[in-house]
């Protein structure tokens, strides 16, 4: 199947602070979501972003789908900010609507 | 987007029981899904649930451990079945709406078994 890989996996930020957030998938993909998980566990949807950028507030992302790789940008990071990013994929090809997901990112913003 | 309820939040059981996880949707889905979070992982795609026919397992998930019903549109069912402590996790139902690729996530399901 299709291998999603993210980095860093951990990541501490001071407050104030911005970050690079990356998703590397090994195939074309029809669909392309970023999450954050909040500390009480409930999975916020940021983007839907096959390709192209899209920005919304202090975040943003930008998918290069021909070089298979997906990023999100966190300016002026805030403590509510910490949690799991999660980047999921489904592919174009067999995929069958299921999204795979990544292993995820652990942001911790320090005030 | 879609409003989507699960019930209970979270519930503490007993190994060798059985617990039901109910998932309602405020719109018309094209596809439901159970995932599920073990501590400390990623997510984990159980099965898509079928509305009036059998889930479709995943790979590593059986019908006779994670019993699944899909009666109408928008509400479905996952079953844990015989729990050990291992099946300690979040359980997460998921939909795509109708005319949307996107996907979204209800609250979970937080299951610890003793």
């Known amino acids: 199947g299709i291998q999603v890989e993210q980095s860093p996996p951990d990541l501490i930020l001071q407050e104030g602070a911005n970050s690079t957030l990356r998703c590397n998938f090994s195939?074309?993909?029809?669909?392309l979501q970023w999450f954050h998980q909040n500390p009480w566990g409930q999975l916020i949807n940021l983007f839907y972003?096959?390709?192209g950028t899209k920005q919304n507030g202090r975040l943003s992302a930008t998918t290069v789908a021909t070089e298979r790789y997906s990023l999100l940008y966190i300016s002026s990071s805030q403590t509510t900010d910490s949690g799991v990013y999660f980047c999921?994929?489904?592919?174009?090809?067999?995929?069958?609507?299921?999204?795979?997901f990544g292993k995820g990112n652990q942001v911790v913003v320090i005030p | 987007s879609a409003v989507i309820s699960q019930k209970p939040s979270r519930d503490i059981c007993q190994r060798g029981t059985s617990l039901t996880i109910q998932c309602q949707v405020d719109?018309?889905?094209?596809?439901m899904f159970w995932y599920r979070q073990q501590p400390g992982q990623s997510l984990t795609l159980i099965a898509t649930a079928n509305q009036g026919s059998e889930a479709t397992y995943e790979s590593g998930f059986v019908i006779d451990k994670f019993p699944i019903s899909r009666p109408n549109l928008t509400f479905s069912t996952l079953t844990v079945s015989n729990m050990s402590p291992e099946d300690s996790s979040i359980y997460l139902c998921?939909?795509?709406?109708?005319?949307?690729?996107?996907?979204?996530f209800g609250p979970g399901t937080r299951l610890t078994v003793l």
């Open positions: 999921a994929v489904d592919p174009s090809a067999g995929g069958n609507n299921r999204l795979a």
């Open positions: 972003i096959p390709s």
């Open positions: 998921s939909v795509r709406l109708i005319s949307y690729n996107e996907q979204f």
């Open positions: 195939d074309s993909v029809n669909n």
């Open positions: 719109s018309q889905v094209t596809m």
